[in-house]
Structure formats: C-alpha cells, structure tokens
C-alpha cells in the first residue's frame, strides 16, 4: 500500500506561483512514478504533469507546458509542482498520483495508469 498526502494549495491571485508537494509513504519511493492531476467542477480528471522513477524524464499537459514544472527529491519521497504565472482557469482540485509502472515506459499521462492517489488539494485562483 502506498499513501499519498498532498499540500500546498491555497488561494492565490492571478500571476502568482504556488509550489505543492506530495509526500508518499509506505512504498520505496524511488520504485514510483509519479503524476500530478487536476480536477475543475464539472470537468473531468486532467493531466498535469508526470515524471518517471529517477526525475530524468518528464511530461506536462498542453495547458500548463512552460508555466508548471514537476520535480521529485527521493531522498525526501517528495514530489513537487512548481506552479507560475497561475490563471482562473488553473482553478482545480489537484491530486498526486503514483503508479509502480514499467521501465521500459518514459512516463505516463493517464489517469487509469494510477494506482495510489492522494486525497488532492484545492487551489483557487482569483481573477
């Protein structure tokens, strides 16, 4: 079993940044991949971010490449998303997601590959 907690969210104003960790337990962590994943009211479950088990490979959803940026410290079996330039439309709930996966895939970007998911935290963007 591998539990997840998410942090770092919060309500911020349009333009700012915001940084959420995940910190994972119960599991080696450097054996899991990770993913980030965001959902709206109403909207279902979209890709954020993923990165694989060593941090050299990573892959971002269309709407947040180039202002979002996924890291992981596997001596801290954290995973981060660094957030900037944050717009309403960024409004979501976001959960962090870990699958054991393969070595031989890069990444994965859907949400059916997951098998362990955090209980996800709210960030809200003001317009």
């Known amino acids: 079993q591998v539990q997840l907690v998410e942090s770092g969210g919060g309500l911020v104003q349009a333009g700012a940044p915001l940084r959420l960790s995940c910190a994972a337990s119960g599991r080696i962590f450097g054996s899991l991949h990770m993913g980030w994943f965001r959902q709206a009211p109403g909207k279902e479950r979209q890709f954020v971010a993923a990165?694989?088990?060593?941090?050299?490979?990573?892959a971002y959803g269309d709407a947040v490449k180039g202002r979002f940026t996924i890291s992981r410290d596997n001596a801290k079996n954290t995973a981060y998303l660094q957030m900037n330039s944050l717009k309403p439309e960024d409004s979501a709930v976001y959960y962090c997601?870990?699958?054991?996966?393969?070595?031989?895939?890069?990444?994965?970007?859907?949400?059916?590959?997951?098998?362990?998911w955090g209980q996800g935290t709210q960030v809200t963007v003001s317009s």
């Open positions: 990165i694989n088990r060593s941090g050299s490979r990573t």
């Open positions: 997601a870990a699958t054991v996966g393969s070595s031989i895939i890069p990444y994965y970007t859907r949400s059916s590959d997951y098998e362990y």
